[in-house]
Every structure is written in structure tokens, then in C-alpha cells.
């Protein structure tokens, strides 16, 4: 896409389109991307990014992340803040999967170690995680013990013995987003996601068997802090989220607020799909409790699939999760809106921080980062493609500019429809093996859709993030063994 002309350059990595650039928006537009990065993203981003810069009671700017593309309402890789008293809370700046994140583990295992297991752990993986559309998880629970679970998060698993204590200090919100409220939830949205609980979906979600080697270390004391300290050390990533029972719940609430918006506030949007609804009215209540059930969900979700995986270690390689050090580094979120403190003109505000697609990054020393982490700042993770590679970055003290937001992953630059045109799954299965990278899939369609080629470097993503001040760079992973959902 040609850069529009109204864009201009505030700094290698940063683009701001100004109010006048369409009627209504309130604050300007700020996009995160080097010149290449920039003149890549497609229109859709421009669209979109502008209109949510017309929401009401939005503050200083409507961004955009550097893995930015087209999404539903927000671009994927979106961020605005919203005054927590006069602001709006919309669906489409969170997502319909709510609370997609990452959650990293490392092992004291290296690559020499694990390839000759390679082929067993994955195949064994693709069994006990399931995948793909509708896949249904071992964890047989009721639909009111399902309620429960979505109010207590990973906590609920913990204490089922699903997962180790200190997996939750390990876990955004320790794994709990308060004020989670399973009355605001619909019988639906219980239907849906009570037997989904352990599972990976479909989709760009994955769980990954991965390398860091010798000389993509970039931070060696917060790779030391957050457990990086062998030569090719052997780690396990993977990203999923709320699966039909976020999409349901977004799904419930749009409707609401389409019905709300204009009759009951006044609201007028440029596009339908960020309906929305004032923050402090008992339609937007409604939806913060009820979202705050899918992000519990899938704090949940991740919980039972690291359990998952601590088990499928320690069948094929006859050894104790606890002797190989299996140990959460962290669990990462986006797709959320959370009230938080910001400074804003100059004082601290509470606000509501939408992130679609882009991921929270607290600096040193900030409130919510766990005490063993706070010296390096939050760990964020970022995915790749399953053939490129992945990242372990920190959150910077300059992130306050974006809200302490950063990317979430290499972002894509072509649809699924034309990566399945562009792209042969069985070919390109055997393609990775040859690299050395074994990769199982629900399909061969659903792998095609997935090809590194699909999306954007990743390098580039991180070099515009850590330029850009969001995030800075600690290790960068290589994918050695995949499980495509």
C-alpha cells in the first residue's frame, strides 16, 4: 500500500495521521513500522485505525503495533485507551477470540538431548493437546463447574492439580482477572466452551517445541532472570485462547450494543463493527464481566495444556517434570481491555486499555510485574511462523508511549485463502522436516494456511518494537517440533 500523504513521520519507527485526515476522529492515529514495514500494510489498517480514533472518550492516540493487518473493528495489532469514566467499551477492539495469549516453559533439557525423542514428543503432544475446529479436551467438567472455572481462572486448575503454584505467579493477573461474573455469561457460551477446556483450536494456534542457540541471546541477564541459561536450551511455546466460548460471548454483547448504542447513548459509528457501549453503563458492565469470564477461561485453557505437556515430557523421556526444570516463564494476553493506571497530561489516570492483537508490557519496577522479574521488566512473548522463529522480549521503561503495549506476533500479509492457493500443505510438511522441523496438523489445508510466507519477517517486526521503545529484544527461539491446530 502506498504510505497515504497525510502520514507523517514522527521517527524511523512511528507514523502519525492527523485528526483532519477523517471527520469525527478525536485523536490522531500513531502507526509502529520501519519505512518497509509501513509501506507493506495493507489499507484495511489505515481504515480502521482511523476509526477508532473517533470512539468515544478515547485518549492521546489511536495505535497500531508493527505486526498490524486488517482484524474486525480494530486492526489486529490495535491499542486505544478510553477514559474508565467516559469511555466506551467495544468488543471489536478486543477480539472475538478473547485472552489469545502465550505461555512459555523452559526445560534444563538441550536440543541434543531431545532430538532422538523429537518425533515421539510431538506425536504425543498432537494426541493429548487436541486441535483444530471443535476439538473437545479431556477435562470432563459439568456446565455449572464450568461456571466456576471461568470466575477462578487457572487458579481453579491449580488447585485441581492441574499445574504448580507457582505457574500463577507466573501468569498475568497470577492467572484471575477480577470481577469475572458467570450470571452475565449466556447458556450458549456455556455450551460452547465447557468440554474446551485443555485444547488448541485452529487456526494461526500452536504449541511449538523450540531451541534457543548460541548466539541469539541479546539480554544475557534477563535471559539468566527469566531461565534461559544453556546452550541450546529446549523450551516449549504455544498460543491459544477462550476458543467458541469467547467468540460466543463477543457474539452475545454485539448484538447487545448494536441494539443500545444509538437508541439508549447516542453513539454514531463509522462502522459497525465497533459497536460499543459506555464503559459505566449496565450494558457495558455486563460485557467487562462477561469477558473477564473468557479471559479466565482461557487462563484455564493454557493451565490444563501445560499440565498436558509436563506429562507427555516426562512419559517419553522417563524423567519427573520437576527433575527437567519444567517451569513456566510466563503467560502472556492480548485480545483483553483492562482497567489500568497511566499517566495521561500529566497525571495518573485509570483508564481502559483495549489490545486487539497486541500484548501488555510492563516496564521495571512497574506495579504487576512479579517481584523475580521487575529489575528486566515483564517478559513478552512473541510468536512466529513455525518456520522462522519466536521471541522472548522485556518490557521497556519508554513503553508508556503506547500504554505499555507491544506487538504480539509477526502478523500476517496474505489471507488464508490465498496462502491455501499459494502454498501446498503436504509439501511443505516435508519441506520443514527437511530443515528439521517435524510438524503435525489437523490438515494439510489448515498447514498451508500457516506458511512462513504468509506473514512477516519477524525480525523486522522485533526490530521496529525495540526501536520503537515498546519492548526489547532478550532470545530469540527456533522451532524444532510443531503441533498446528
Known sequence: MPIPPEATRVSPTLWEIPTSFKEGMLVPARIYATQKLMSEMDRGVIDQVTNVATLPGILN????MPDGHWGYGFPIGGVAAMDAERGVISPGGIGFDVNCGMRLVTTNLTYEEVRPHLKKLVDRLF??????VGSTGFLKISHDEFRT????????CVENHFGWREDLERTEENGCISGADATKISRKAVERGFNQIGTLGSGNHYLEIQVARPGQV???AAARAFGITLPNQVVVMFHCGSRGFGHQVATDYLRVFLKVMQKNYGISIRD?????????S???QDYFAAMKCAINMSFANRQVILHRIREVFS???KRSPEDMEMRQVYDVAHNTAKLERHVVDGRHRKVLVHRKGATRAFGPDMDGVPDRFKAHGQPVIIGGSMETGSYLLAGSSDGGQAFFSTAHGSGRTMSRTKARKRFHGKRLQKELEARGIYVRSVSFAGLAEEAGGAYKDIDEVIEATQRAG???RVVRFSPIGNVKG
Do not use: K
Open 61 to 64: 492516540y489511536a495505535f497500531c
Open 127 to 132: 494426541d493429548r493437546v487436541p486441535a483444530g
Open 149 to 156: 472455572v471461568v470466575q477462578e481462572g487457572a487458579r481453579w
Open 218 to 220: 541479546f539480554d544475557e
Open 272 to 280: 459497525r463493527e465497533l459497536a460499543c457501549a459506555p464503559l459505566q
Open 282 to 284: 449496565p450494558e457495558g
Open 315 to 317: 512419559d517419553v523421556l
Open 470 to 472: 515498546l519492548s526489547r
